[in-house]
Each structure stands twice: as C-alpha cells, then as structure tokens.
C-alpha cells in the first residue's frame, strides 16, 4: 500500500546528543514536509523540499537539518542546538501543486 | 504575511451541528484546507475549498468567502468520535508551502 512511513515513533535523547527522524513515501509525490507540533498547538513549519537536492527553510528551522538525496526520503536531524526539542515531528509529502498533505504518523521526541 | 485565526476551544452535544471558523490573511490566495487531527496522530484531510460557496461531503462541509476572508466547518449529527482537533491551513502565495492555523479542539459530550 502506498503511503508514508515515519520512525521511529517514539524517540528519547539525552541533552547534547544529534537524532535523525526518518521519513520515507512511496506516493511518488514531489514535495515532502517536516512540521513540529507541541501541545495544544498547531503545525509549524520545520523545512520543506519540493524537488530531490533542493530544500527550503521553513518558519522554524534553527536546529534542525535535512536532506533530500532521493525523491522517496527526507529525514530530519534535530541537533544539540535545538534549544527545546521535545515534541511530536509530522512528516508529509504532496504531489507538485496539488497542495493536500498526507501525514506520516509521527515521531515523538523526548529530551531527557 | 499570512495570518490564520481560529477558536482554540468548543463544545457540542451529540447529534447537534457545530460550526468551526477560521479568518485568514494570505498574501496570493491559493485556496484553503481543513484537517481533523485526534489526539496522538496525524492529520487527516477532510475539505479543500478553492471557490467561494459550501462544499458539502457527508455530515461535514466547508464554507469559503474569499472577500472576506473567511471560511467555516460545519459538523452535522454529531458523534462522539468526531471530538478532535480541526486545523485550518492555507497555501502560502504560490507556493506549496502549507501554513496551519493553532486548532480548534472540539469537544462532543453526550
């Protein structure tokens, strides 16, 4: 079944340490997304790509790092300079232009 | 800029109608969404309005005034699982880039 997969789904780290999220689709969709929601908030924006090799900061990327070496993945490297961590990470890709998302299930972050 | 509002907080009864609002202000329209979020997962689409007018799908339609800049959720007979939370979200300018209003977090009581 086609969709996207998100790992792990829950995740701790201790203070000072890197973590990469993983995100794969087999949509063959264009542009992928990375959202942080914290509780009783809505999604904001993490870092976006739209094509394999090119990504865009979005509204709240100090911390955070990306890659986009192929169309069916785009993990996220929360850092140590990411002052507060904690909190659930949405993965989603769309097809070029269509504008709907679909979600991955969510990785939940914990910082120690 | 862009600037999505909505109420953080509602209750209804089971069986009634209920309605959601969100104001927006989008520099380029590019159309708006709404998505049911239930606590500890992912969003789900539920509406996507490009034109002014309602857009009925079952017991939930969406509404759109884009000279106003306004657009509302309505639920009908309402269950207990439709509790959850409702996410405006609109384009931002041509882009793809989706922008999400804080939610709004129904609660159907018996």
């Known amino acids: 079944d086609g969709g996207i997969t998100q790992s792990p789904k829950y995740l701790f780290r201790k203070e000072g340490q890197n973590v990469t999220l993983s995100c794969e689709q087999n949509?063959?969709?264009?542009?992928m997304y990375w959202y942080r929601q914290d509780p009783g908030q809505g999604l904001r924006l993490i870092y976006y790509?739209?094509?394999?090799?090119d990504f865009q900061k979005g509204d709240i990327a100090e911390g955070y790092s990306v890659s986009r070496e192929k169309k069916e993945s785009f993990p996220l490297t929360v850092t140590s300079a990411q002052k507060n961590p904690t909190a659930f990470y949405l993965c989603?890709?769309?097809?070029w232009g269509a504008g709907e998302l679909f979600f991955g299930e969510g990785s939940r972050l914990t910082v120690l | 800029g862009q600037n999505i509002d909505q109420p953080t907080e509602m209750t209804a009864t089971e069986g009634a109608i209920v309605q959601i609002n969100c104001t927006y202000q989008?520099?380029?329209?590019?159309?708006l969404f709404w998505y049911q979020q239930h606590a500890g997962e992912a969003p789900t689409f539920l509406s996507y309005?490009?034109?002014?007018g309602l857009e009925e799908k079952g017991r939930f339609s969406s509404f759109l005034s884009r000279s106003k800049g306004y657009s509302y959720l309505l639920l009908k007979e309402l269950q207990m699982k439709d509790s959850a939370s409702y996410l405006c979200?609109?384009?931002?300018?041509?882009?793809?880039?989706?922008?999400f209003g804080t939610g709004t977090l129904l609660a159907v009581q018996p």
């Open positions: 989008t520099s380029g329209f590019n159309g």
């Open positions: 949509l063959n969709h264009d542009a």
């Open positions: 309005n490009v034109l002014d």
């Open positions: 979200a609109a384009p931002l300018g041509a882009t793809n880039k989706l922008i």
């Open positions: 790509s739209q094509i394999v090799n």
């Open positions: 989603a890709s769309s097809p």
